[in-house]
Structure formats: structure tokens, C-alpha cells
């Protein structure tokens, strides 16, 4: 197999890393602005039947959320406004400061990392990212990969590619599927690549090969394993 010129290792960056990440959420913006609305909906049902008493409190959570994801999900997103909110409706912070303990408020702490990360705030997006408590089902992880995921974005752009590495292998078993797992095992495979790692870095690509074959990472593994020779 012919070798590959790829990108050195101390080359590699945030916008590397976080590549396929972005093209897979923006180009699915609309599927994952519902998938968020679906758990919003899961989320008041699920917590008003156990908690019957705090079922008014997470209804109007759900409505706050519901605002600020207006503004998170459009084709143009305004992501300071999602944060902060204003006159016309609530932000995610809003809705952490007044609704946190809730299954809306626990939904909001992963958008408000998102909206941080977008605006450039490391520090306070991996804050808020890490803030978020996994949730149970299918429409759940997904957004438990995503947040892994992104996570291990920060890390390696911290610096920190070990743990980015250890994010991003959370992040695959969070989500066992043809789209996002082998996403996270590639960015696995080019962390282990950033730190001179390359036997490593073959493992996570070949995997990609053997279990997600039909994945579109699967041609691009090939590529990657034939520059680690």
C-alpha cells in the first residue's frame, strides 16, 4: 500500500480534530435539533411521572430550554444570544441557574458548552460539557457521544492528548454505530498519531476497518494506516 503524506503531529490542531465532528452535526443540524427537542419532550414526561410534585418546575424548565434552542438550532445560530438570552426568551444559562437539578436544566449545561465552544471559550466550555450527567436511550446517546466527544476536542487542543484519546473511547462506547463510533476512533487513532504513538494509532484505524466498514471513515482509515508504514 502506497504511503500517505499526512500532517505532522505537532501540526495538528482544534480544527483538525474537530473536523468531522462539525461536519456531521452541521450537516444533521435540523435531525439533532430535533433529537434535542425529543429529549426535552422525554425528559418532562419521564421526570413529572416520578416526581409528580416537581412536575410544574420541569414543564416551565422544558419552555425556557425550548427558547434558547430556538436560537442554538437555526440555520444561523446566534450562539452568544443562545447562552445569555434576553428580552425575547431565555438562555441555556438562564435555564441552568433556575431549573440545573432538571432533566431540561442537565440538557442545557451540554448546549451552554456547545455555544462556549463555538465562541472560542475553552475553559468554560469543557466547564459546562463536563457538567452534563449521561442520559439513558437511544436519543440519549447520542448526545452522550457527542459530549464525550467534544470533550476530547478540548483536551486536544489543551495540549492534553492522552485524555482526549480517554474521551474519545468513551465516547465510542457511549454510541456503538456506523456514524459517530468510527468518527471517534479516528480522532482516537490521529491523538495517539499527535504523541508519536504510531502502533497505537494503527489499533483504533484498523478497528474502524473491522467493525465499521460501511462507515464513510472506513476508506479514509486505509489511508491513515498506509501513512503510519
Known amino acids: 500500500m502506497a504511503k500517505e503524506q499526512i500532517t505532522k503531529p505537532d501540526e495538528v490542531t482544534l480544527e483538525n480534530a474537530m473536523s468531522k465532528t462539525e461536519q456531521f452535526f452541521e450537516q444533521n443540524s435540523k435531525s439533532v435539533s430535533y433529537l434535542l427537542l425529543v429529549l426535552i419532550v422525554l425528559a418532562g414526561c419521564i421526570f413529572g411521572y416520578k416526581k409528580l410534585v416537581a412536575e410544574p418546575r420541569n414543564e416551565k424548565?422544558?419552555?425556557?430550554?425550548?427558547?434558547a434552542e430556538v436560537r442554538f438550532g437555526e440555520e444561523n445560530p446566534d450562539f452568544q444570544l443562545a447562552l445569555e438570552g434576553d428580552a425575547n426568551g431565555a438562555g441555556f444559562l438562564d435555564v441552568i441557574e433556575q431549573y440545573g437539578s432538571t432533566p431540561s436544566g442537565?440538557?442545557?449545561?451540554?448546549?451552554?458548552g456547545i455555544c462556549y465552544l463555538k465562541l472560542g471559550d475553552l475553559e468554560n466550555a469543557a466547564a459546562y460539557l463536563s457538567k452534563y450527567a449521561p442520559v439513558k436511550g437511544l436519543p440519549g446517546a447520542i448526545v452522550n457521544a457527542q459530549n464525550l466527544g467534544l470533550q476530547g476536542d478540548i483536551a486536544f487542543e489543551q495540549g492534553d492528548?492522552?485524555?482526549?484519546v480517554k474521551f474519545?473511547?468513551?465516547?465510542?462506547?457511549?454510541?456503538?454505530?456506523?456514524y459517530t463510533a468510527p468518527l471517534y476512533l479516528r480522532k482516537a487513532g490521529i491523538a495517539e498519531q499527535a504523541q508519536g504513538r504510531a502502533k497505537q494509532a494503527e489499533a483504533y484505524f484498523q478497528r474502524i476497518l473491522t467493525e465499521y466498514p460501511a462507515s464513510s471513515e472506513a476508506r479514509e482509515a486505509e489511508k491513515l494506516i498506509g501513512s503510519n508504514n
Open 61 to 67: 424548565a422544558a419552555e425556557l430550554i425550548a427558547q
Open 106 to 112: 442537565n440538557l442545557a449545561k451540554h448546549c451552554a
Open 161 to 164: 492528548k492522552a485524555a482526549a
Open 168 to 178: 474519545y473511547e468513551k465516547a465510542v462506547a457511549a454510541a456503538d454505530n456506523n
